[in-house]
C-alpha cells in the first residue's frame, strides 16, 4: 500500500520486466526488496492505468512495467487487527467467545469507532455460539487466498464437535476490504473430509495458529495446533494440521497431519506432551512448542521442534542445548515468535537463582544450514537502571519473564513480563525493550494506571502494514468487572497512544467478569 504523490493510494498488481514477472496480488506495493534500485514513477491518478518504473544501470535498457489501480481511499478492513475474547459470556453461554476487529487508517493505525465485534452468532459466520467454544483463543490475519484482501481465522478449541466435548474448530473469515464477513467463511474441524484425523473429545484442534509456506506455492498455509491429539493410544501427545491456502481460501487438498512420530520429526510422542500448544512460522520453516513435555525425568521441562516440509529431518530444540540446565516446570516452548530468521523461545517456568516461575527467553537465529547459536537471557537478573535512572530489580518469584514474545529483528525482541511488580504492585506486569527499556503502565505516555494482577504483556502482536504495537493486558479490571481485559496500543515512532476496552466508545460489547479481552491478538 503505498501512494506516488497524487493523493491516491496505489494497488500493485504485477511487475513485469528484466526476467521477472511476479504476480503480487492487490494490496502489495513493496516493489523496492524485490527489484533493487528502481523508482516510481508518476501514472495516472484515477482508474487503471500503467507507470513506468526506471532501472538504474545494473538493470540494462529494459524498463520494468509496472500496472497498478489507483484508489481514492484504501478499503477499511484490507488490513485489520483482531482482538479475542474466549471468555466473553453470549447469552448466558459462558466463555463463548467473541472477536473485536478493528479496520485501519492510512497510516496503519487501528480505528476504534468503526470497529465490528463478531461470534459465531454473527449472520454469516458458521456455527453457533456455545458455553465453553473459547471462540478467539486464537487469532490469525492473513492473506491466503491472495486476492489482496487479508483473511481472518479464528481458533475455538474448546468446540464441540458431534458430541465430543473440547474437540476444537477453526472459523474463516474471508475479507473483501469492506467488512470482514463480506466474502465467505468456513467453519473447519476434524470431522470434515480431508482434514487429517477424527474430532475427538480433548482434542482441542485450534488451539494454536501460525501461517506457513508448507508446499512453496504462491498461497500461504495455515498451521493448527493440536495438543491434545492422542498418538496410537498415547493420550495428550499431540499434533498439528496444515492446510493449504488456495484461490478459494483454504483447502483440505493435500493437507497433512504432523506428530513427533512422523517421519524426519525427531523425539517421539510421549503422554501428556501436548505438542503443538505453541506455534510459530518464518517462511517454510514452522517451530511447533511442547510446553508440557517431560525431559529427562523432568517434568514440564519443554522443547521446540523446527519442521520444514522440503527437509528430510527436522530439528529438536531444549534448553540443554543452550547451555542451561533442563529443570521441571521451566515451560520451554510456551511462547515462540519467529521472524527474519530469528526464534525467540520463552520459558516463563524457569527457576532463577532460587525464583520459581521467574523465566526465561532464548533467541536463536536460524541458518540455512540449520546450525543453532543461542543466546539465553535469563529473567531480569541483575540488569542495569531503565533510561529514566530509576532501579527495576532483580528477577522475582512469579514474573513469568518470557510468557509472551515478540520478534522486532535480529537483534530486537520485546519479551512481556505479565507477573512482574511495578513500584510494589503485585502482578502488574510490563514488557521488556532491552536490558534497560520497560513499558509498563507508569510510563509517560502509556496509557491506563498500574493495578495488581493486570498482566500486562500477557499478548504483544505487530503486523507488516500496521504501525502500532498491541500489548494485551487480558487481566485488567474495567468498570469493576474483574479480568475484563484490555488492550494497549503505542506507535511506532510516533506519540499514538491508545488504551482500548470493550467500554471504549465505538467497540460493540460491555465489559464482562472474565471476558478476557486481549488474551490472543492478531494483525495485517
Known sequence: RCTEGDGAYDTIVEIRGVGYHEHLGRGRCDITPLVEG??????????????????????????????????????????????????????RKQDAGVITVLPTNADGVPIARRSRTISQGTPGVPGRSQAGDEWGASVLVADFNRDGWDDIVVGAPGEGVGGANNAGAVTLLLGNGH?????????????????????????????????????????????????????????????????????????????????????????????????????????????????????????????????????????????????????????????????????????????????????????IRIDPDWDLPYT?????????????????????????????????????VLVGVPGASVDGTAGAGMVLLDDRRFIHAENPGVPGAVEAGDAFGSSLALGRFTSVLMIGVPNQDVRGRADAGAVVMLGLGDAYSKQITSSTRGIKGKPELRDMFGSSLGAS
Open 376 to 412: 539465553h537471557w535469563r529473567a531480569r537478573v541483575d540488569y542495569s537502571t531503565r533510561d529514566e535512572g530509576d532501579w527495576v530489580g532483580p528477577a522475582a518469584e512469579g514474573d513469568r519473564f518470557g510468557a509472551a514474545v515478540l520478534v522486532l529483528g535480529p537483534d530486537e
Open 179 to 363: 467488512s470482514p464477513t463480506g466474502n465467505g467463511t468456513a467453519l473447519i474441524h476434524r470431522d470434515q473430509f480431508g482434514v487429517p484425523g477424527t474430532a475427538r473429545a480433548n482434542d482441542r484442534f485450534g488451539a494454536a495458529l501460525a501461517v506457513v509456506d508448507w508446499n512453496m506455492d504462491p498461497f500461504p498455509d495455515l498451521a493448527i495446533g493440536v495438543p491434545g491429539d492422542d498418538q496410537d493410544g498415547v493420550r495428550n501427545a499431540g499434533a498439528v494440521v496444515i492446510l493449504m491456502g488456495s484461490p478459494q481460501g483454504l483447502t483440505s487438498r493435500g493437507a497433512v497431519r504432523l506428530t513427533q512420530d512422523s517421519p524426519g520429526i525427531p523425539n517421539a510422542s510421549h503422554r501428556g506432551d501436548q505438542w503443538g500448544s505453541v506455534l510459530a512460522a518464518d517462511g517454510r520453516t514452522l517451530a511447533i512448542g511442547a510446553p508440557k513435555e517431560d525431559l529427562s525425568g523432568k517434568k514440564d521441562a519443554g522443547s521446540v521442534t523446527l519442521a520444514m516440509s522440503y527437509r528430510a529431518e527436522g530439528a529438536a530444540i531444549t534448553q540443554r542445548g543452550a547451555g542451561e540446565r533442563t529443570e521441571a516446570r521451566d515451560q520451554f516452548g510456551a511462547a515462540l515468535d519467529f521472524s527474519r530468521g530469528t526464534l525467540a523461545i520463552g520459558a516463563p517456568g524457569e527457576t532463577v537463582r532460587r525464583k520459581s516461575n521467574a523465566g526465561a527467553v532464548s533467541v
Open 38 to 91: 528502481m523508482r516510481w514513477v508518476r501514472g495516472e491518478q484515477s482508474g487503471e492505468g500503467p507507470a513506468t518504473v526506471l532501472p538504474d544501470s545494473n538493470f540494462g535498457t529494459e524498463w520494468p512495467l509496472v500496472t497498478f489501480f489507483d484508489v481514492t481511499e484504501p478499503r477499511p478492513y484490507q488490513y485489520p487487527v483482531v482482538i479475542g475474547s474466549p471468555g466473553e459470556d453470549l447469552r
